[in-house]
Nanobody
């Protein structure tokens, strides 16, 4: 049973940093497209960044140059390093994953992931 467990959210000052972690509990020997998305109350979920099954990354313009994705060697843990945080980065951050989506099938703007985490709150003041 695939589950995504997020951690690392919290509060930070503007200009500060946080690092989010997402653990994929069961990979079934499948390469996953994984990503981070965020949502604030009353707004639609928006894209942050994705990494495809080949390790290629795509970032939303709003976070490009400030946020960075990485994975462990087993590609079962996804990290989001968030630097130069801004108040507008405040949101609930969700990790998402889907198996077998390589290249263009792992699109930042395609949120039809089979698996989602429970979310971790990030607050920047």
């Amino acid at each position: 049973h695939v589950q995504l467990v997020e951690s690392g959210g919290g509060s930070a000052q503007a200009g500060g940093s946080l690092k989010l972690t997402c653990v994929l509990t069961e990979s079934h020997n499948v390469d996953y497209c994984m990503g981070w998305y965020r949502q604030t109350a009353g707004k639609e979920r928006e894209e942050v960044a994705v990494i495809d099954a080949d390790g290629e990354t795509t970032y939303a313009d709003s976070v490009k140059g400030r946020f960075a994705l990485s994975q462990d060697n087993a590609r079962s843990i996804l990290y989001l390093q968030m630097n130069s945080l801004k108040p507008e980065d405040t949101a609930m951050y969700y990790c998402a994953a889907d198996g077998g989506r390589h290249g263009s099938l792992c699109s930042l703007f395609d949120m039809t992931f089979n698996y989602w985490g429970q979310g971790t709150q990030v607050t920047v003041s």
